[in-house]
């Protein structure tokens, strides 16, 4: 599978982002889909994960709760993070994966199988 992330980019605080990751190459539906973000000398974290179904189950980290939002379209081949409220504090590259294990993506296994390209998110205080 080829992802290929986008929608990263310079936002103040409060405001609203909407990141998009298209996948290729394999049946997007075998896969579990998850973002996840680095900052600066910290490790990678996960921050959201959504199962192979469109509309079908997620789980966040509790620092994004309650302000983003994980979806995908599997007609389409994508997966979105509608992120608001953003706060300095999310400011990271973010990247999104695909396993066939939705708890692979959980906890951020060193055997996830496919990661895309990070996209920067910087917010502005």
């Known amino acids: 599978v080829q992802l290929q992330a986008s929608g990263g980019g310079l936002v103040q605080a409060g405001n609203s982002l909407t990141l998009s990751c298209a996948a290729s190459g394999r049946p997007f539906d075998n896969y579990a889909m998850g973002w996840f973000r680095q900052a600066p000398g910290k490790e990678r974290e996960f921050v959201a994960v959504i199962s192979r179904r469109s509309g079908g189950s997620t789980m966040y980290a509790d620092s994004v709760k309650g302000r983003f939002t994980i979806s995908r379209d599997n007609v389409k081949n994508t997966v979105y993070l509608q992120m608001n409220s953003l706060k300095p504090e999310d400011t990271a590259v973010y990247y999104c994966?695909?396993?066939?294990?939705?708890?692979?993506?959980?906890?951020?296994?060193?055997?996830?199988?496919?990661w895309g390209p990070g996209t920067q998110v910087t917010v502005s205080s």
């Open positions: 994966a695909a396993d066939p294990v939705l708890h692979n993506l959980v906890v951020v296994s060193t055997s996830i199988d496919y």
